[in-house]
């Protein structure tokens, strides 16, 4: 097995990009390190402001409201491609939405092909994270835990809330912390949520995979645009994650024995811009075979594609969009029949379907190159009667006439 080459920082540099940075001058040697060779102390976490490791944190205290009025409910998590139960129209009024995320640094093959793999960084220990569903107007209240055995610091930056960076401002924890943050569903939308620690560590963790998606309904539910109610009879939830793992000089990918091993050869291979990998639900084949999305002829799905960092354009072969919000936003009246899509990297969008006839559908990255050889395809096996009206095999193919 090959392991990472230069590079091996304990765990305590590891924490912060500011103490990775600094570890690496204190001990001595910027030259005996690639990462303090390369990155000087000063300019680690400089750059944009809104990207540099932050505690701007509004004491809450008395400020927070008083909520006790307001219904509490408990949602329970579940692993992508599947969508939390929830209501689609609210019932009653707002209400104060608890979910849960556990922070877990693991080990995930991303290609079985190739044996490559990835120190993933997740939220509940999948990529993506958890889909969180609540209504407009709703409150959103997430504890988030990193345990004692974690590497890194994490926290989150919830592109659906309004503040403190998201709210990434003040959820910084360290391992073996945890932290609660309530944030006001304000916007209703699909919304991207990810880690950023700061400086660097922000795209070397949305990159291991921490990130995910809330779709915050309209309390009456989803609308076309002449006000008719929309409705889905299932979501598939798919996060499409770009990875950047590192290979050797025979061009194999590089196994590395606990998370942040890869940091140095991680930011090299981020630093092209050409990813290894670009997967839909954390692996190659994560839904495709065995772990195919199900459907019928009849039924609408709801496809909600994540993509945290990088600009996609999701497509169904054989079907449509018969409504799309692209940008994610359910405020504006979505766009109808679309043939492929656009998603902006670091945004979410929902598009809607009816099954009109069976069979196997591949749902890709319309980038064929991403699809076919990065790993960017999902199938829907869809069960019913064939429709000839809409498509009829009128002649097999055969030998030409002659
Ligand atoms: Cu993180």
Redesign the pocket.
Known sequence: MKTSRDFRPDRRTLLTGTALAGAALVGGAAAASPLGARRPIHTMNTGDPLLRRTRATPEAGDAAPDLSHLPRVKQEMVAPPFAPVHDQVAEGGPRVVEVRFD?EEKLMVVDEDTDAAVWA?TYNGSVPGPLIVVHEGDYVELTLTNPESSI?E??IDFHASTGALGGGGLTHIMPGEQTTLRWKATKPGTFVYH?A?GGDMIPY?VCHG?NGAVMVLPRGGLKDGDGNPLTYDEIAYIGEQDYYLPKDEDGEFIQYEAAGDDYSDALDAMRGLVPSHSVFNGAVGALTGENALKSEVGRTVLMIHAQANRDTRPHLIGGHADHVWEGGSFTDAPATGFETWFIRGGSAGAALYTFRQPGVYAYVNHNLIEAAMLGATAHFVVEGTWDHDLMTQLDAPRDIET
Do not use: A, E, T, V
């Open positions: 922070i960084l890194f994490h926290n880690c620690p963790h921490m």
